[in-house]
């Protein structure tokens, strides 16, 4: 699947079985995962598939500001659960297709995904602190 690198933008082609393996951005090097990537109709449905750790969706939209408070959470929790979970942002308005197949009623949802199933969702933001002990009940 290709992927668009969350320092620099560059396409990078990924091996969803190696998520693990903390890759780096093939164009500036920088590690791929410890931000969350931009996920896509392209990408998402195969990234939940084959990923072997938990997936983390943030479904978000630009004018949403709940949704940008939140960005910097998700951002700290991406870094610090780097190896452990995949973080994806959904933006949907850009992705209105994956919004209504994820059933997103209202923004921010987070869903935690596992072997494609979700796991659970949480309908509106947390606190950084908050978020990250709602995660580690998955990773
Ligand atoms: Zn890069």
């Not at 500036?28 to 969706?57: F, I, K, M, W, Y």
């Not at 935690?112 to 998955?138: I, T």
């Amino acid at each position: 699947m290709i992927v668009a690198c969350p320092h620099c933008h560059a396409g990078n082609r990924l091996d969803a079985t190696r998520l693990g393996d903390a890759p780096n951005c093939g164009a500036c090097h920088a590690p791929l995962l410890n931000a969350p990537l931009t996920g896509t109709a392209d990408n998402l449905p195969e990234l939940l598939r084959h990923s072997q750790v938990p997936v983390v969706v943030d479904f978000w939209a630009t004018w949403c500001g709940p949704c940008q408070s939140f960005a910097p959470a998700f951002a700290a929790a991406a870094e610090a659960f780097v190896g452990k979970a995949l973080f994806v942002k959904v933006d949907t308005d850009a992705e209105q297709a994956l919004a209504a197949q994820y059933k997103v009623r209202s923004i921010p949802t987070i869903a935690v995904f596992d072997g494609g199933n979700e796991l659970e969702r949480l309908a509106g933001a947390l606190p950084s602190g908050q978020f990250k002990a709602w995660l580690m009940q998955f990773v």
